[in-house]
């Protein structure tokens, strides 16, 4: 990637300007304001819906499937502005375009391609993705949640078992759902990958409540749960390669949470420092920017690079978890100096003070990303084994078929 527009990206990115100069304006988030979880949704609904409607809803996707045809570039651009706006996105949008799209266009059919892409696209279908389970996380392959073949020739799946930490799932109309078909192989090769209408019956979502006073996710039950096998994406006993789809788009997709360094910088700016000047005149607060900000745009490099690899066709592999690993540390880091500039007042805040509270609430939420979506540890453990070729860790379930493993 040349990081100068070439004529046709610069032009991209004036139409891409001019139109959400014209647009988002209406649909920015109120500042330091948390809205209800039913009405973030709308408004992402909404939002969605006129990205979509304006044609830069999934702008490398295909035309034939409501996309705008364009380059990974042309995405990539799309973003950064679209960033310059505080605008509604959140799992809603996250999960189905940068998780289910992907999913259902690599490994679905036809018909999957057609039913769920342009919805998706519209804002008309918004996903969960249920995939941990109470011992199967970070070792996802370990799940037990069963699918098996009703015996009455239908050819649909019956599904029983219990999903953990689904986002949204209390909200959303579909899931991305990865089940055990087969135990009688090894733990990766007996899975299958299915999308779940969550209104089915026998579904049963119970919210969890976060230290934040959120309940952002849920508990996710199923008890003889039927679905078709038109529902099926991909190959029976294919579901760890669709799995593997959705966490490449999940983890390459982190930087594009946008960057909060410019707010920092003017709130620094803004924050007397008790001897006549402002926070940013002390030598280790303006060291603590300068290094977030060079973190953050050597992120924003290397997610490019990884980007131009996938627009090649090649696949970045491990490397897709260094991206998120850099974005998790500085998150945590840049909320943290958020908490120390704002002083005392960050720990005592008066009732009125919203901008304090969304910082606590931004500090709290800080630790989460170092977790979602693979923890760090093991992140880096596949990125010194894959990556740097270092000696893997030991696995010594992983040939042996999972109705044998203890
Ligand atoms: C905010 C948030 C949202 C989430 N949303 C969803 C969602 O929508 N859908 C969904 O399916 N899941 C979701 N998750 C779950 C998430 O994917 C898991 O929490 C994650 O994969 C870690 O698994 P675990 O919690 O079971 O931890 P564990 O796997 O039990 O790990 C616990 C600790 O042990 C360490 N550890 C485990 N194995 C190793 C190893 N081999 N080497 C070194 N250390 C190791 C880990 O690093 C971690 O520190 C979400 C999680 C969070 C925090």
Sequence with gaps: MDFNDSPSEAAFRAEARAWLAAH???????????????????????????VYDGGYAGIVLPTALGGRGGSIIDAVIWAEEEARYNLPHGPFTTIGIGMAIPVIGKHGNG????????ATLKGDLTWCQLFSEPSAGSDLANLRTKAVRADDGSGDWIINGQKVWSSWAHLT????????TDGSVP??????????????????????????????FNETFFT???IPDANRIGAVGEGWACCMTVLMGERLGTASHGSRIGELMDYAQATPDGRGGTALDQGHVRLALAEAYAEERAERWFQARLRTMVSRGENPGAMAGMVKLAYARRLQKTSGLAMELRGPAAIAAAAADAATRDLQH?????????????ADEVLRNQIAERVLGMPGDIRADKDVPFDQLR
């Design 173 to 180: 109309d579909w899931g991305i759902l990865v089940a055990r």
């Design 362 to 374: 931004d500090y709290i939420w800080s630790t989460v990303m170092r977790i979602a979506g693979g």
């Design 24 to 50: 988002a304006p209406a649909h920015v988030l109120p500042e330091g304001v948390r809205l209800p979880d039913t009405e973030q949704a709308e408004r992402e609904r909404v939002w969605q819906r006129t």
């Design 187 to 216: 733990k990766h090769k007996g899975l299958t990958f299915f999308v779940v209408d969550m209104k089915t019956p026998g579904i049963e979502v119970r919210p969890i409540r976060q230290i934040s006073g959120a309940s952002d």
């Design 111 to 118: 018909e999957q391609r057609a039913r769920f892409i342009e």
């Design 224 to 226: 003889d749960v039927r």
